[in-house]
């Protein structure tokens, strides 16, 4: 079973606040992606990460940022969360170089900004 | 990247076989086609991965024709737990691939 972890499970903020979702995983994975998903809808992707100070936009434009210090950590911030951030976060990894690339999900975060 | 396409959704009965089609007219060569399976407030998951011909697993199994253009999930005798919703990738083996989900396929399997 996949080793990623992610916390809080669930979140209600209000508008204004700094908030940081932790995302860990115990595999060795170099490869990390955070997706932003609504209700019945497609995943986007807002950030990825090929390895230690490596960090890059993805397709959904995201006002939140990230870090890669260490392998085995990918934070997503929001500076000043607003209703418009209220969504599910998945975080996700896989082994570079593996050749066919499976992705191990978290279970999300479900965030709600008032 | 090969486009996929695949039905929004799909309705069946416990105890029969579901299959789910995905279409992805401009496959390559190095590219592989992924299932994943997500339930609701919960990250997407593997079910299975393949290149050409049948691939089986002990959750379903995976058709491609030889043109490989387009691929068959096959979830045998369905139960009330297999209501998820399940995504096509094709896959590009290495490199700078990025994976990307379209919205993928309901199934609500009924009692």
């Known amino acids: 079973e996949a080793d990623i972890y992610q916390t809080p499970r669930y979140l209600v903020i209000g508008t204004g606040k700094k908030i940081t979702l932790e995302c860990s995983q115990t595999?060795?994975?170099?490869?990390m992606y955070w997706y932003q998903q609504d209700p019945g809808m497609e995943l986007h992707l807002i950030h990825y990460?090929?390895?230690?100070?490596?960090?890059e936009k993805g397709d959904l434009s995201s006002e939140s940022t990230v870090s890669r210090i260490r392998t085995e950590h990918f934070p997503l911030t929001l500076e000043s969360a607003r209703p418009s951030h209220t969504s599910q976060y998945l975080c996700a990894s896989t082994a570079a170089g593996t050749g066919k690339e499976k992705l191990f999900f978290g279970s999300g975060t479900q965030l709600s900004v008032l | 990247l090969a486009k996929t396409t695949q039905p929004i959704s799909m309705d069946s009965y416990e105890g029969q076989e579901v299959n789910i089609t995905c279409s992805h007219n401009n496959i390559a060569t190095n590219d592989y086609i992924t299932w994943y399976q997500q339930f609701p407030s919960q990250g997407p998951r593997f079910i299975i991965q393949?290149?050409?011909t049948k691939v089986t697993n002990e959750v379903a199994s995976l058709f491609i024709p030889a043109d490989r253009k387009s691929s068959t999930l096959s979830l045998p005798r369905v139960s009330l737990s297999d209501t998820a919703v399940y995504y096509c990738l094709v896959v590009r083996t290495g490199g700078s691939y990025i994976p990307t989900f379209g919205r993928g396929t309901s199934l609500i399997v009924h009692p």
């Open positions: 595999m060795g994975h170099d490869k």
């Open positions: 990460s090929y390895g230690v100070n490596s960090t």
């Open positions: 393949g290149y050409k």
